[in-house]
Nanobody, 117 residues
Framework: QVQLVESGGGMVQAGGSLRLSCAAS????????MGWYRQAPGKQRELVAR???????NYADSVKGRFTISRDNAKNTVYLQMNSLKPDDTAVYYC???????????WGQGTQVTVSS
């Protein structure tokens, strides 16, 4: 099993910044890519950004140029730096890591991000 623990959510005004962290523990060998998803009320969960162990990244169009995903492999931790936040960024943000060994898909507990106008 892999455990993912997020931190860093909160409330911020539009234009502000937040940094999310996700620490992985357990059977780390089972995962390669790690990412962030978000789910706003009444909407489907969507990919925000992901990063592979080698550092390859991809982003949702809505966050390109504002969010940056990074990773510290020594600490098994992935970060999401969110700048120029907008009210539309308000959601619960989930850390994700699909297994490369089994069909498991690991999720964190989620952290709330609220951006006020």
């Amino acid at each position: 099993q892999v455990q993912l623990v997020e931190s860093g959510g909160g409330m911020v005004q539009a234009g502000g910044s937040l940094r999310l962290s996700c620490a992985a523990s357990g059977s780390i060998f089972k995962i390669n890519a790690m990412g962030w998803y978000r789910q706003a009320p009444g909407k489907q969960r969507e990919l925000v950004a992901r990063i592979t162990r080698s550092g390859s990244t991809n982003y949702a169009d809505s966050v390109k140029g504002r969010f940056t995903i990074s990773r510290d492999n020594a600490k098994n931790t992935v970060y999401l730096q969110m700048n120029s936040l907008k009210p539309d960024d308000t959601a619960v943000y989930y850390c994700n890591a699909p297994s490369i060994v089994t069909a498991d898909n690991y999720w964190g507990q989620g952290t709330q991000v609220t951006v006020s106008s």
